[in-house]
């Protein structure tokens, strides 16, 4: 039992993963795209994204006793199937180092302002790693526990910001056009449906209660969906349009406004921990589809050293994400036109290669 896990805890980690972006990610991306019509722009990202996640959950149910390399491996042969993998992993490689610098810098930008960058880097690095040495069975434990507490937190966001919306915010609607719309809406999708990719290096062999996993990770999608559009609908709603765009986490500064029972008030610095615990998540997970791929690309069969070695490619990968990003108006510059189109040339387009060859193959 080790190394199973339960459809409960594939439904936090997918939800998880799906929220790790939510903060500086989807709102900037948004905002500086359409303004307050980025409401709209969700609720066709989230339509959209249910294709990648139904090729996910195919590939998935294809093979139960394969991982997303073994099949790789299985579909295209060892040479392209490897070639294929290694390309896959160092684009999750590079995702991990994106999210992991936009954690850091959220941390040192408003909890540790006088804390070195690569100190908190250092720091925030030892529980991941330490996290992904374990076995499947207490990552997914660890991941449900953060995913309750994150429940509870968001629980209490809600109650403090309902009252505090001002519909006039999102006036004029429709403000822009249907192309600068839907054109931001594709932008959305790669950050939120395609990282769902990180489940498929778990085999449903694995999975405990399997035949409730289709429904299940569906399930996890729409409703981490509902709180992407709550988070947009909340900054919007409650900072403006104008000022929101000026922060470079609005998320983090709405929760400023909240005061719960109109006597506790400064409670953004612990609203704010379950993005911490969403991205703490995600990079756990995915280093542990980059370990997956190790163990099967090397034939590595002692859990010991795949340890060491995926701990080290882990520590390079975290560490340098304060060297990736020289500054913010870069790592934005990226996140707004360049990595959704790696993100839909290489991941998607490999999605549907192998769902093709799989229909094709004769098993």
């Not at 006793?65 to 299985?74: C, G, K, R, S, V």
């Not at 295209?76 to 992991?100: D, E, H, P, Q, S």
């Not at 054109?183 to 959305?188: A, F, G």
Request: include cysteine; hydrophobic fraction near 50%; glycine fraction near 4%.
């Amino acid at each position: 039992m080790k190394n199973k896990i339960s459809t409960l805890q594939l439904f936090s980690l997918c939800w998880q993963v799906i929220l790790s972006v939510n903060i500086g990610i989807i709102n900037y991306i948004s905002l500086s795209s359409i303004n307050q019509d980025g409401w709209i722009a969700i609720i066709i990202s989230c339509i959209l994204g249910i294709i990648p996640v139904i090729l996910y959950l195919y590939l998935m149910n294809y093979r139960p006793e394969m991982n997303f390399t073994q099949l790789n491996e299985y579909l295209f042969g060892k040479k392209i199937g490897k070639l294929i993998n290694t390309v896959i992993t160092l684009l999750i490689a590079f995702c991990v180092v994106l999210y992991f610098n936009n954690l850091s810098n959220f941390i040192t930008s408003q909890y540790l302002h006088k804390t070195p960058t690569l100190f908190g880097i250092i720091i925030f690095s030892i529980p991941v790693i330490y996290l992904l040495n374990q076995n499947l069975t207490t990552i997914g434990r660890t991941s449900f526990i953060l995913f309750i507490f994150g429940i509870a937190l968001l629980a209490l966001t809600l109650i403090g910001l309902i009252g505090q919306v001002e519909l006039s915010n999102f006036m004029p609607i429709l403000e822009h056009n249907y192309n600068d719309i839907f054109k931001t809406s594709i932008t959305i999708v790669p950050y939120t449906s395609f990282s769902v990719i990180l489940l498929l290096s778990i085999p449903k062999k694995d999975v405990i209660d399997s035949e409730k996993l289709n429904k299940r990770v569906v399930c996890a999608y729409f409703t981490s969906f509902i709180v992407v559009f709550m988070a947009s609908f909340f900054v919007v709603g409650v900072l403006g349009n104008e000022l929101a765009k000026l922060y470079q986490y609005p998320e983090f500064h709405v929760l400023k406004r909240i005061s719960i029972g109109g006597f506790i008030e400064r409670v953004e610095s612990t609203l704010s921990l379950r993005w911490i615990f969403y991205i703490f998540t995600t990079l756990v997970f995915g280093l542990y589809f980059i370990k997956q791929y190790i163990k099967t690309t090397f034939k590595i069969k002692k859990e010991k050293k795949l340890n060491i070695i995926s701990s080290v490619v882990g520590i390079i990968l975290l560490i340098s994400s304060n060297w990736l990003f020289s500054s913010n108006t870069e790592s934005n510059t990226m996140i707004l036109n360049v990595i959704p189109i790696f993100l839909y040339i290489i991941n998607l387009g490999t999605t549907i290669l192998m769902v093709i060859k799989a229909k094709t193959k004769k098993n």
